[in-house]
């Protein structure tokens, strides 16, 4: 068993967009209410500040939850197929799922700018997810890779706030991991700085933990965002005494929520369900 240290990777790079571009293996659910604005667009730059919201069957209200799509911090969409396939598969399972975009380096925004956004997002969607069907109940995040370190942080500001869970997928939690050409290149370009020691301060690792449940899921192999992120913040978490726990995928790279027709795919995806539900049916 090996644990890959090295990343992230042009060749994992590569693998991701590969598996980004392949044609969609599962019946794609529109969202009923699409392009829904979660602030004011007037003084705003770069990408569009924007929610998908997906609505089960069936009567409601129902439990909701909040997902938030990756791409890098570079590019990414509330519309890429990863995002899509996990909105569609919640909704169908009885949540109502809102999917907002936000700022990213190649579409306006360093970090600050993305942290902002999806905070904003979280609060447009506490204060407006009955008129979506959802209830009252606490809601639950779900983000990946980047999307997932964002969330992090913008969630610190809702302590008064209980969300339920938090199921991070395959999420970067050291901003200042300096592994490979790109790894070594992005705090300049997310932070503005290459001092390792704002980037560690401004990472997820050095903030203080979240408090409601935290699920990490990461595979051994990922060579975008390496298994030792994972490990690194659980061990840091239960030290703290947070309520954190790890499922690991061994052998697994990232993005597998690219490849419908994967097993890791529809375990994992069983896994977020189950979670979401306490095995129960929402």
Known sequence: MTHSRNGPTLAGVFHTFRLLFQAPAFEARRPEYAAIPYRNTAAHRGTAPRVDIYTPD???????????????????SRTMKPAVYLATRMAEAGFVVCVPSY??????????????????????????????????????????SAGAAITMLAAEEFSEVDFGRFISIFGLYDLSSKAGLLGSLMPRFLLGSSNSEVAMERSPLSRPPLPFPTTLLHGTEDRL??????????????????????????GEEHSWFSDATSSVCQEAMSEILDILTDGESP
């Open 103 to 144: 700022r990213q380096i190649f579409r306006g925004g360093r970090l600050d700018d993305m942290v902002d956004d999806i905070r904003t997002a979280l609060s447009w969607w506490l204060e407006h997810r009955q008129e979506y069907g959802a209830d009252v109940a606490p809601c639950s995040l779900v983000a990946k």
């Open 58 to 76: 069936g009567d409601g209200p129902h439990p909701s939850v909040v997902l938030v799509h990756g791409g890098g911090f570079l590019v990414g």
């Open 225 to 250: 965002v390496p298994y030792e992120q994972a490990t690194r913040l659980l061990s840091r978490r239960q030290e703290q005494g947070a309520q954190v726990d790890l499922i690991t995928y061994e």
